[in-house]
């Protein structure tokens, strides 16, 4: 429960951070409203109707009443009077793209199912190469395998940015959601999974590796084989639960924060999910879509650590909560 | 393969001869390749063990007790061709009733562990698995190498925790490791290598972690066990208030061989060699008038890559001059100073008798 406190608060101070990065400090800056507005409003029009867009868009109120009303908006929703009519933008509301004109949340909404298909599926990758690599390579210590996985290891991490620049494309083309067909679902997202895996299941063995190592070495492991345990039983029953606690944390991070944008993976396969939707607001400098993308990466971030904490008490009973 | 020379070294208990011991390990050597060299933990060991009966082995750290337990237990990581790092090197023969261990397969030596041959470790706390309920660990134990469904075996091990005192057990069986006192640990350990009701029982150091009355506790409960499960016990300690507490015969270790061997009357009453002096002189005692300074053995236990040469004891031993350097070059073989009691040493058996009464005997 304190826990979960602990992630509103947490919440609530990352939204304070993110808007003051992209509203107060390009004012620190020097930007004034009316350059702010004139992103909506477009250049060609006059400083008259830039000044009383900027007006009724709340620009000139203090950022500290900006944020306040930002922050009403993505809890009971907000409207926007353009004086030709009142635009109702229901809650939550993360406001209109300078670009598109477009409210930013059910484009958010929109993108999340091609970031959660791509991340889902290459996390479960991931995992299972790089725990079984890393499992591999801890019983085989010093033998070929060991040090050939370790090495291709350290040059799938190099390798994979690489891969980038080939310029790869999937070869179903374009994402088709899950609920649509799951086989061209899969079949579309495939090569986007393998190479986000390939760029983490190194890091996932060489951790996994080392905790093995570490386990291994336990005196209980002693123990399990004095009762006649046979090997396979004494690593996947005994080891690899002790090992797989800092392969936990580190994956939850990663989740969470891929969960916000796989921006280069996403943005080599076309696939357009979060990280293109934060690329591009910020190729354009479209505010309204960084601070929209940021805020749900933060979340995820947040969520995922919130999970990993839970799942330490399932995995490890000394730290269960009372 | 078995020569009857080396055989005929073991030590048995008259009227025994003709018996084939439960346990027998002859010439047990068990050495480890390292950059510095080859540590020999084991060097040249041998002892015999019957049924239903308690071997203590004694000695300081380092001179080989675990490791020998280990070599019994095939627990020590064997020397392979795809690995780099090298494992131990075993030779010597182990007979576990009749069956020889080191020529026969891993796999083999593991569907005895268990289930023939059960041990029980120093550190409860670490030898448990933190992750699991004792219960699973218990029940694990015994499914291993008995076919029954979780429910049968749920209901051994709740019927194990209580043989061996822990209250509540039904209610215990759920909690891990970590919620149990360092007594009730040991206990748990102990009802989990008893699970299969093992014929050989290696008790390593059990009580070094123990607070002195728990200490009592489980000494007692290792013994009432033994007579209920009627198992063998080899007990590794380096308290020879343990030894005296439980043992029928006693085992003394000294850098991976055996000095002295004998039952735990012989070696209680009339040690006979240098270093069982120093041992038996260096426990505190109360009962003595104007104690003196402890017995304590001067010098610390020798390097295992560069064993002193002929008595591995003859840097630190207060005697090793009286026979014109023979202690310096010859290794001492174990020779019988009374029947059932063996001795390395070169020192005659007139001038150990003397020694004993007149200057060790009146100090203990």
Known sequence: ?322 | MTTPALRDLVIRHPGQLDKQPFLEVVDLKVHFPTDDGLVKSVDGLSFALDRGRTLGIVGESGSGKSVTSLAVMGLHTRPSSERTRPGAQLSGEIYLDGDELLSKTPEYVRSLRGKRMAMIFQDPLSAMNPYHTVGQQIIEAYRIHNPVNKKVARKHAIDMLGRVGIPEPSRRIESYPHQFSGGMRQRAMIAMSLSCDPDLLIADEPTTALDVTVQAQILDLIRDLQSEFNSSVVLITHDLGVVAELADDVLVMYAGRAMEYGSAEQLFNRPAHPYTWGLLGSIPRFDRVGAERLLAIKGTPPSLINVPSGCPFHPRCGYAARNGGLSEDVRPELAPVEPGHTVACHLSPTEREQIWEHEIAPKL
């Not at chain 1, 370790?150 to 959601?177: C, D, E, H």
């Not at chain 1, 899969?186 to 996994?208: D, E, H, K, M, V």
């Open chain 1, 1 to 322: 429960m304190r826990r979960l406190l602990w992630a509103v608060v947490l919440l609530i101070v990352l939204s304070m951070v993110t808007f003051s990065i992209f509203y107060l400090v390009p004012r620190l800056g020097g930007a004034t409203p009316e350059t702010l507005a004139a992103r909506y409003v477009g250049r060609a029009a006059t400083a008259e109707t830039v000044h009383l867009t900027a007006e009724k868009l709340g620009l000139l109120d203090p950022v500290i009443v900006q944020y306040w009303h930002w922050l009403k908006g993505i809890f009971v929703g907000a409207s926007y009077d353009y004086g030709s009519g009142v635009e109702h933008c229901p809650a939550p509301c993360l406001g209109y793209s300078f670009i598109t004109k477009q409210p930013v949340w059910p484009e958010l909404l929109d993108r999340a199912p091609v970031t959660i298909s791509l991340v889902v599926g290459a996390s479960i990758i991931w995992l299972i190469a790089g725990v079984s690599i890393g499992v591999i390579s801890a019983l085989r210590r010093g033998t070929v395998f060991d040090r050939g996985a370790m090495g291709v290891a350290l040059a799938g991490v190099s390798l994979a940015f690489f891969s980038y620049r080939l310029g790869i494309t999937a070869p179903g083309g374009t994402f088709v959601p899950f609920s649509q067909n799951p086989a061209l679902w899969a079949y579309s997202l495939l090569l986007p999974w393998i190479t986000l895996a390939f760029l983490f299941s190194a890091q996932y063995a060489r951790l996994t590796r080392a905790g093995m190592l570490e386990t291994m070495s336990e005196d209980y492991i002693r123990t399990a084989r004095a009762k006649g345990l046979p090997e396979r039983m004494v690593i996947l029953k005994h080891a690899l639960r002790g090992a797989l606690t800092p392969v936990l944390t580190i994956f939850g991070l990663d989740v969470g924060l891929l969960l916000g944008g796989a921006i280069l993976t996403e943005k080599t396969f076309s696939l357009n999910g979060l990280g293109k939707y934060a690329y591009d607001g910020i190729v354009s400098g479209d505010l309204p879509k960084i601070l929209g993308v940021t805020l749900v990466a933060g979340f995820f971030v947040i969520m995922a650590n919130l999970i990993v904490d839970l799942l330490y008490g399932v995995i490890d009973p000394r730290v269960r909560l009372e």
